[in-house]
């Protein structure tokens, strides 16, 4: 059978992205207190297509994903992106992958969850070098009242979230990247007295967190937002890394 897709295009247009998207699907995190931890992703592949071909084959994205079944991490994502670009002839591949992560806590109040989830991200690109961003969404909850009286338990609730992506130096665990935002966080909250809800500002809250990740050795450059939410819209302020 004529292999359409591979024909040669006449027309000399570069197609910026073509590929697969929204697939659900298995993978491995590395996990700092039980080495490893199993998730569901949502993953986008796709690739550059060259002016000269018409097409490229949808179903060898799926391939390559299911080869590396049971074996998708971090660690793996360059192997991932150097078989999409071979088997697909592209100059450029790219994986973007999004996951739940849970970390459990010490906390021991019965009124609270021991695993807290995390909104977390990878976006691997390769070209003539490799690129890996790790993207994180911390919520930032609001301080805890005592609760007084009989009565339901008070919810503890969301002020808002701090969305942070980060290029790696050197191996850091995704762990400790929560703990030093969650940390900045509570430091923040430590210094204003305690006068309602939004008694932290963004401004003051961004700079508190970029602080702390500019003194992390591990980071190379970060972007940051951090979001307030209110009745109807929400307040924002954002930085990146000076370096």
């Not at 097409?55 to 079944?69: A, C, D, K, P």
């Not at 990878?122 to 009286?149: A, N, Q, W, Y």
């Not at 290029?167 to 309602?196: C, H, M, S, V, Y």
Request: aromatic share 8%.
């Amino acid at each position: 059978m004529k292999d359409i897709q591979a024909q040669e295009d006449h027309r000399r247009i570069n197609i910026k992205k073509v590929g697969v998207k929204t697939i659900s699907y298995p993978i491995t995190v590395l996990d700092k207190a039980r080495s490893k931890q199993q998730t569901i992703a949502t993953v986008n592949m796709y690739v550059n297509l060259p002016d000269h071909f018409k097409g490229t084959h949808m179903s060898r994205f799926v391939e390559i994903l299911n080869r590396f079944h049971g074996a998708i991490d971090i660690g793996h994502f360059h192997n991932i992106l150097e078989e999409m670009k071979e088997k697909l002839e592209a100059e450029a591949a790219h994986i973007e992958m999004s996951f739940a992560y849970f970390l459990t806590g010490n906390n021991e109040n019965p009124e609270f969850l021991k695993s807290r989830m995390y909104e977390c991200g990878m976006h691997g690109s390769l070209e003539k070098e490799g690129d890996l961003e790790f993207r994180v969404v911390v919520p930032v909850s609001l301080p805890l009242i005592e609760k007084t009286g009989q009565g339901l338990p008070r919810s503890l609730g969301q002020w808002g979230r701090a969305v942070t992506a980060v290029k790696f130096r050197n191996f850091i665990w995704i762990e400790d990247i929560i703990t030093l935002i969650e940390r900045a966080i509570d430091e923040e909250r430590d210094t204003k007295p305690i006068q309602g809800d939004n008694s932290m500002s963004v401004e003051s809250l961004t700079r508190r967190i970029a602080g702390s990740l500019e003194d992390e050795e591990a980071i190379k450059s970060f972007s940051l937002t951090v979001e307030n939410f209110s009745e109807g819209y929400s307040t924002f302020a954002t930085m990146g890394s000076t370096s």
